[in-house]
């Protein structure tokens, strides 16, 4: 295809709308901006972001409604963590118990190394318990290597609440609902 | 002693403020929000005023100013040594030079705001802005590896070409005034109408009339060459950062690099001084009796405070161009030079004339 270009006029070859046609723009930019109509600059640290829901950030064991420990030390999580960042210890055969009564077990110790971590989501897609969630958080800071590992009692106090189906209370009432179910009168 | 000592502190303090409205203004063009970081520790403190001048980003002058400072000084090995040293400063000192005889206040008590009031004052400046040259040229040379070189080079063809339509231009502005001292020519337009349109502050006659196209004619020539000896866009042909890295100061570092910067700024503020003084009735204005030498102190300020905003509104105006327009091709800015202007400016020297001649005031 041949572009036909025409030859400049006269007035436009004294370069002068060209230059008029450009103040133009950059006041009209100038003043937009100044007044506060354009505005594209997010000033982050002052001006907090705020992260879509499905956003996937650092990941957080999280509590039920009553404040227990969701997290049953099944251990599915650090399994399949790609980068091999979960690390948990089980309570063992005299550990302490579960925050919940009938649920059988809950970590002694549960560690996220946030600097091996990669976001990935699996942990959470993997938990039968939904005791580990992705937050919106994305900026995690340390001054060393030590502090970006998060044990449990950090990374429950991070992840805060989240109920559901509370599955071992419910369990826990219909046994005992199973036990006096013949109902004497 | 005293009087240049209150023009050059006041000035560099303007230097690096240009050099900050340079940034902040460009941000503001280009849809960005510019230097807004640096906050003192106890004018920060202060409710309203402390967060607007962060904002403002008035404290990053100062903060540059220590950091070019106490940067690493790197002498690159290959240099000519004394050559590399002298650059910075033969760049810096025509630009402060000329500031001497630019009158930019009627009187302060007694004493005239002007530093030097020389007779020939015009031919003064053209002879020392033509040495601004060397600054550059000397860098190029003294850097010894080729972008310097280059830019060096090109600066030197381009304040040659440019300083012959510079001084053509103003050639008018003689023919009219009659006079090269600058406090003249200020006079001049303050009874007979600003240089750059008569018709403002002259009254109506035919003269006047008919001086207005050339009055038109000379200033524009006398600001496109005063972009092209600044070294600004659109001919920033020394610097064009895009080819030639840096142009002519590539090699340095530190405050020997603050020194051409400095230079260039007080190029632009001598510059934008001059314009005000040649064609923009200086520190006059034809109102409220304002064009008359002042009679009281404060009357004094307020002609200082004529010629500074004038000059800042020419410094806004550089500014503003230089975030507008895309850099020149070097044969174009050669064409313009020297097919465009020069002759430009020799046909309005003989129009002025015959005006001049014909017309009686």
């Known amino acids: 295809m041949i572009v036909k270009r025409n030859e400049l006029t006269w007035f436009e070859r004294l370069y002068l709308p060209a ?16 007044t506060g109509k354009t505005k594209v600059t997010q000033q982050y640290p002052e001006e907090p972001t705020k992260v879509l829901p499905g956003y996937r950030g650092a990941p957080y064991l999280v509590r039920d409604q009553d404040g227990a420990t969701k997290c049953v030390s099944c251990q599915l999580c650090e399994f399949i963590c790609p980068p091999k960042a979960i690390r948990m210890t089980p309570p063992g055969a005299a550990g302490q118990p579960a925050d919940r009564p009938n649920a059988e077990k809950m970590p002694k110790e549960f560690e996220i190394n946030m600097l091996r971590c990669i976001f990935c989501g699996l942990c959470q897609e993997v938990c039968p318990e939904e005791a580990i969630f992705l937050k919106s958080d994305f900026s995690l800071t340390g001054l060393a290597r030590g502090e970006m590992v998060y044990n449990k009692e950090k990374l429950l106090a991070l992840g805060g609440t989240h109920g559901g189906v509370q599955k071992w209370k419910h369990k826990l009432e219909e046994a005992k609902e199973q036990e006096t179910f013949p109902v004497k009168v | 002693m005293l009087k240049i000592a209150c023009v050059l502190g006041p000035l560099l303090t303007l230097v690096a403020y240009a050099v900050l409205a340079e940034r902040k203004v460009s941000a503001l063009i280009q849809d960005r929000v510019g230097p807004n970081r640096v906050s003192l520790p106890l004018i920060g403190g202060i409710p309203v005023i402390g967060p607007f001048l962060t904002k403002l980003g008035f404290w990053h002058p100062l903060v540059d100013g220590v950091k070019s400072f106490i940067k690493e000084d790197f002498t690159p090995a290959h240099v000519r040594k004394i050559y590399f040293w002298l650059a910075p400063a033969i760049a810096l000192v025509p630009a402060f030079l000329v500031i001497a005889v630019i009158p930019f206040g009627s009187t302060l008590g007694s004493q005239k705001m002007v530093i030097a009031d020389l007779n020939v004052g015009i031919l003064y400046t053209f ?15 003294a850097a010894n590896s080729k972008f310097p070189f280059l830019g060096g080079i090109r600066s030197s063809a381009q304040m040659i070409s440019y300083e012959l339509a510079m001084g053509m231009s103003v050639v008018p502005v003689f023919l009219v005034v009659g006079d090269l001292n600058l406090s003249k020519i200020i006079e001049h337009q303050a009874h007979n109408g600003w240089n750059v349109f008569p018709l403002f502050g002259g009254g109506f006659s035919l003269q006047t009339l008919l001086l207005v196209p050339c009055g038109m004619l000379s200033f524009t020539i006398f600001f496109v060459a005063a972009f092209a000896e600044t070294n600004r866009l659109p001919f920033d042909l020394p610097e064009s950062e895009s080819e030639l890295v840096g142009g002519y100061h590539t090699e340095y570092s530190s405050m020997k690099f603050g020194m051409f910067f400095i230079g260039e700024y007080a190029n632009m503020f001598a510059g934008a001084a001059m314009m005000t003084t040649l064609f ?3 520190w006059t204005l034809p109102f409220f009796g304002l064009d008359q030498a002042a009679d009281s102190v404060w009357k004094g300020l307020l002609h200082i405070g004529i010629f500074m905003a004038k000059m800042f509104a020419f410094m806004g105006i550089f500014i ?42």
Not at chain 2, 351 to 358: G, I, K, N, P
């Open chain 2, 320 to 361: 503003w161009v230089r975030w507008m327009l895309p850099r020149f091709r070097y044969d174009q800015l050669m064409d313009l030079g020297w097919r465009r202007l020069i002759p430009l400016a020799l046909a309005n020297i003989i129009l002025t004339a015959a005006v001049l001649a014909l017309t009686d005031r």
């Open chain 2, 127 to 141: 002879g020392i802005v033509s040495l601004g040259v060397y600054g550059i040229v000397l860098a190029g040379y």
């Open chain 2, 280 to 282: 923009f009735g200086g």
């Open chain 1, 19 to 34: 230059l008029v046609g450009g103040l133009k723009v950059t006041a009209r930019h100038f003043f937009n901006n100044i």
